[in-house]
């Protein structure tokens, strides 16, 4: 049944309100991947918090007219040929390319799934940019547990400090003992 022209306004406004929340989006050609083989990535996806979708490369034309990402459209028109899938992060920006990474790693089903491209803050980055840089970027947890070192080292340097001169004497006072201890007994 053929779709109606709300239908595809429809779909247009939902696939701009993505492009709009997304912090990165990767373009994908899934041809030669088998019904459970993308099940399965799309299982994986969907546990990694990335909306996924197989999307009409005109419909993305018409999604990014009047949003932020509108002068990148013409540089995107490379990946808008043949089948698309366009996995779509909020938080994470590397959660779609590391998925993407490791699913490929497994098999020669899983290698046919090909990067087209991907965006990256409004940026336009190749298939080879997301597989070597974007996929290799710290997760949002990994950031947050850097950032939180880095926060804690001076107070536990500081704690150190504080307790120095109390440790000092201790040992001071321990030493002092024991050298009484060998007169007074040897």
């Not at 909020?90 to 020669?108: C, L, M, T």
Request: aromatic content about 6%; cysteine-free.
């Amino acid at each position: 049944m053929p779709r109606t022209r709300a239908d595809k306004d429809q779909e247009i406004l939902a696939l701009r309100e993505r492009f709009e929340r997304a912090v990165s989006a990767v373009f994908v050609d899934f041809r030669g991947l088998d019904v459970p083989t993308v099940t399965e990535l799309r299982a994986r996806f969907r546990q990694a918090g990335v909306d996924y979708r197989v999307v009409k490369n005109n419909l993305v034309r018409k999604a990014l007219v009047g949003t932020d990402l509108e002068g990148v459209r013409e540089a995107l028109d490379p990946f808008l040929v043949g089948p698309t899938g366009v996995a779509w992060t909020y938080e994470d920006p590397s959660a779609a390319a590391k998925v993407i990474k490791n699913f490929r790693k497994e098999g020669d089903a899983q290698e046919q799934l090909t990067v087209k491209g991907g965006l990256l803050d409004g940026q336009v980055l190749e298939a080879e940019r997301v597989e070597k840089e974007l996929a290799n970027l710290p997760g949002k947890d990994e950031l947050r547990a850097q950032l939180l070192a880095q926060l804690v080292a001076p107070m536990q340097h500081l704690v150190r400090q504080l307790g120095a001169p109390g440790q000092n004497l201790a040992y001071v006072l321990d030493a002092r003992r024991r050298q009484q201890e060998e007169e007074s007994g040897g």
